[in-house]
């Protein structure tokens, strides 16, 4: 079956810093460009960060470019998003997303994952 | 930075055309996805490359282009449609933008 799994996100204090995980299965997850996006409370969606399949390419918001930073480890199907500096406004469900074949749309999305960020 | 705008809501009965508008400078080059969210759940990808509709999309759903506007349409609309839905298409840099959302409301 498909799937991406998102552990637990959890409640981190402003300044601070927390690492979201990705578990990819029932797919080829290294041959796939994999996406976080995020969604505060009440609010539309919000692109956050992109990989390639190979590692070789990321883009980041400008809402988070210096702070967060999107990593992969193929030999174990997961995903990840550090996140540093937390601000309040980072409060958000994170979910991340594969790029489907081709290259348009994401066609997978994990379940979402809260992050709150406490002042 | 980028923008795409869409109506923050759309109401329509059952079994009428429900029609979502989003409209961005780089649309006439750059492809339009369509994403369906329900309440408490992850987004769900309904047409990707303008028009295309994804295995197991229902067809009542359909997707279109013209100049700086992408369209979604649902033909006959049902209560299950109620949804936000979102575009989303890429910037001139190639990163990903999400449209400011619209909410279905089915009558």
């Known amino acids: 079956q498909v799937q991406l799994v998102e552990p637990g996100g959890g409640v981190v204090q402003r300044g601070g810093s927390l690492r979201l995980s990705c578990a990819a299965t029932?797919?080829?997850?290294?041959?796939?460009?994999m996406h976080w996006v995020r969604q505060a409370p009440g609010k539309g969606l919000e692109w956050v960060a992109v990989l390639s399949y190979d590692v070789t390419t990321d883009y980041y918001a400008g809402s988070v470019k210096g702070r967060f930073t999107i990593s992969r480890d193929n030999s174990k199907n997961t995903l990840y998003l550090q996140m540093n500096s937390l601000r309040t406004e980072d409060t958000a469900v994170f979910y991340c997303?594969?790029?489907?074949?081709?290259?348009?749309?994401?066609?997978?999305w994990g379940q979402g994952t809260t992050v709150i960020v406490s002042s | 930075s980028y923008e795409l705008t869409q109506p923050p809501s759309v109401s329509e009965s059952p079994g009428q055309t429900a029609r979502i508008t989003c409209s961005g400078d780089?649309?006439?080059?750059?492809?339009a996805n369509w994403y369906q969210q329900k309440a408490g759940q992850a987004p769900v990808l309904v047409i990707y490359?303008?028009?295309e509709r994804p295995s197991g999309i229902p067809e009542r759903f359909s997707g279109s282009s013209s100049g700086t506007t992408v369209t979604l349409t649902i033909s006959g609309v049902q209560a299950e449609d109620e949804a936000d839905y979102y575009c989303q298409s890429t910037d001139s840099s190639g990163t990903f933008v999400f449209g400011t959302g619209t909410k279905v409301t089915v009558l």
């Open positions: 490359k303008d028009s």
């Open positions: 997303a594969r790029l489907r074949a081709g290259g348009e749309g994401l066609d997978v």
């Open positions: 029932g797919f080829t997850f290294s041959t796939c460009a």
């Open positions: 780089a649309l006439p080059k750059q492809y």
